[in-house]
């Protein structure tokens, strides 16, 4: 039974390293592809599924053929892993707090707004060349061109999406008709009809990708809290199997008393000696 642990750990092991093999399989794909959108993810996934073969191969070498320094390694791995998923957690709830739309009346869909997103957001999307990247992933993907037949009608029963919403219209309080310059919102002069610009540049297509951002965000970290819970106990399991293996390198199997020395009790050379020269005298 004191195996089990070793067994548990090399299976485990064993899953999570034929696992990584599709991660990386997909991140050497997408590089290989020149879609800009896709180039996102694939670093982040190039390196979790190394970072999963790596700590899989030592940990199942470790645990199938008693090799103490591949589990340790492979729990010095697991722990760094640990702190830098609860870190990351910790870090997207909390740039990811502000933020949501803002009901438009009469309409389905929700229209979002900049400076409601956090100040490292914001940031980030507002640099130029972080920018430009996104803006070519949207055009590429024809996210526009799905609502580009709709009808007046359609704008008023059908939802969108954030970036729809942000960069495919010009805010619905535009009034090209009687506004003047100062009563209108500065996204409702960024518009313009040509399907390469429509409103890329305004600040609401900048709110409506944060807003995707911080969605996709949310359910990723509600996924590192159940991987946080899973790698934590992975990583109980493979402490008991450390020490079974560094058991087993030892001469001294279960059972066995291991004590070399005992130190006896401060008056005991006294009682032994008294108790001699009693045994002469008699």
Known sequence: MYRFSNTVIGFLNLFTLLASIPIIGG????????????????TPLLVVGFVVLIISLAGFIGA?????WALWLYLVVMLFLIG????????GFVVTSQGGGVEVPGRVYKEYQLEK?????????KDPHYWSTIRSCILG??????????????????????????????????NYATATMMTQDADCYRWNNAPNLLCYECDSCKAGVLEHIRRDWHKLSVLNIVMLVLLIGIYS??????RNT??????????????????PRW?????????DRKNQLY
Do not use: H
């Open 246 to 263: 560094r058991r087993s390198e030892t001469d001294y199997p279960y059972g066995e008393n291991r004590m070399s020395k005992v130190r």
């Open 141 to 174: 993907s024809n996210t526009c061109a799905q609502i580009a037949s709709w009808t007046p009608l359609d704008y008023l029963e059908r939802d969108m999406t954030p970036i729809q919403s942000g960069c495919c219209k010009p805010p619905t309080s535009c």
């Open 27 to 42: 991140g050497l794909w997408m590089a290989r592809s020149s879609t800009t959108c896709e180039s996102f993810l694939q």
């Open 64 to 68: 199938c053929f008693n090799v103490a």
């Open 84 to 91: 830098t998923l609860l870190g990351l957690t910790i870090f």
């Open 117 to 125: 997103y956090s100040s490292w957001l914001k940031s980030r999307i």
């Open 267 to 275: 008056d005991f050379y006294w009682w032994r000696w008294w108790y």
């Open 237 to 242: 399991i493979g402490c008991c199997a450390f």
